[in-house]
C-alpha cells in the first residue's frame, strides 16, 4: 500500500479538493481507497455525508498516535493506497501523518504567502525522509505567475522531480462538485478540471512506482531558485527545518 498526504499550513490551499480528487481518480483507475482525515474540520467527512455514494471511506483520526497502527491495518486489508487529509497549521497529526506517507503532497497557489506557508512542510518531509512534490493549485488558466511559482519551488532543471504537474487550474467544476459529495471527474467527467486531475493521479502514482527517495531529491539549497526572492524559507538541514515547526 502507498500512503499519500496533503499537507501544508495555509489554509484554503486545496488539501481536501485534492485528496478527494485523487481518491477517485486512483478509484477510477482501479485502486481501492481509503481516505483518512486527521482535520477536525471535518471537510472530508462533511462531503461524505452529502455523498451518493458509499465508497471511499472516509475514517476519522485525530490522534497521532492511531495514524500508524491504522495505515498497517489498511495495508493488510488490500487497501492500495490510502490518502490523508490534514489541517491547515502544524500538527502532531499532520507530522505522524507525513512521517508515515511515501509521498507528501505540498499544494500551493501561486502567491508569494502560499509558497512561504509550505517551508513547514518540506522541513517535516525532510525530517523523516518523506519523498514530497508541490502541486499548484487553483492558477490562472495561463500566465506569468504559475511560471514564475513553479521556478521559486523548483530549479529548472529539477522541475520535473518536484512540482507535479499538471497544475491545478482554478475551475469552479471543483467547488460545485465537492457542494454535491462528488468529485469532480465524477460531477464533469469530461471536462478540463477532471482531465487535470486524472493527469495529476498519473502523475503520482508514476512518482510512487519509480521509487524514488528523499535522498535523491534535489537538495534543499537547490530549491531556492530565486534566492532574492525567497531568501531563507527552505530549511539547509534537520536541524533548521526543526526549528522551522517548533
Ligand atoms: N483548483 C481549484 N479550482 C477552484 N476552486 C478550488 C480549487 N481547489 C480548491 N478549490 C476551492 O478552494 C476552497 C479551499 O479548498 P480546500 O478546502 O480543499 O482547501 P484546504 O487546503 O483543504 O483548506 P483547509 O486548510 O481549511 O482545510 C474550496 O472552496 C475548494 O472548493
Ligand atoms: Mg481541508
Wanted: charged residues 15%.
Amino acid at each position: 500500500m502507498h500512503t499519500i498526504v496533503l499537507a501544508t499550513q495555509k489554509g484554503g490551499s486545496g488539501k481536501s479538493t485534492l485528496a478527494i480528487g485523487l481518491a477517485l481518480a486512483a478509484i477510477q483507475a482501479g485502486h481501492t481507497v481509503r481516505l483518512i482525515e486527521t482535520d477536525p474540520q471535518g471537510t472530508l467527512s462533511n462531503w461524505q455525508s452529502r455523498r451518493p455514494y458509499a465508497e471511499p471511506i472516509v475514517e476519522p483520526i485525530y490522534s497521532a498516535g492511531d495514524i500508524e497502527p491504522r495505515l498497517q491495518l489498511l495495508d493488510r486489508s488490500g487497501v492500495t493506497p490510502t490518502i490523508i487529509d490534514t489541517a491547515g497549521g502544524v500538527s502532531a497529526a499532520t507530522t505522524a501523518a507525513i512521517r508515515h506517507a511515501d509521498l507528501c503532497l505540498i499544494p500551493a497557489r501561486p502567491s508569494v504567502a502560499d509558497i512561504e506557508a509550505t517551508a513547514p512542510t518540506l522541513g517535516l518531509a525532510r525530517v523523516w525522509n518523506t519523498p514530497f512534490a508541490f502541486v499548484l493549485n487553483q492558477t490562472p488558466i495561463r500566465g506569468q505567475r504559475v511560471g514564475n511559482a513553479a521556478t521559486v519551488l523548483s530549479d529548472e532543471a529539477a522541475l520535473d522531480a518536484v512540482v507535479a504537474l499538471p497544475y491545478m487550474v482554478m475551475r469552479n467544476d471543483h467547488q460545485d462538485a465537492l457542494g454535491l459529495g462528488l468529485a469532480v471527474i465524477e460531477y464533469a467527467p469530461s471536462s478540463k478540471s477532471a482531465d487535470e486531475v486524472r493527469g495529476l493521479w498519473q502523475w503520482v502514482e508514476a512518482r510512487l512506482n519509480c521509487g524514488v527517495t528523499a535522498s535523491e531529491q534535489p537538495v534543499v539549497s537547490e530549491l531556492a531558485a530565486s534566492p532574492d526572492t525567497v531568501p531563507t524559507m527552505f530549511p539547509h538541514t534537520s536541524a533548521e527545518a526543526v526549528a522551522l515547526v517548533s
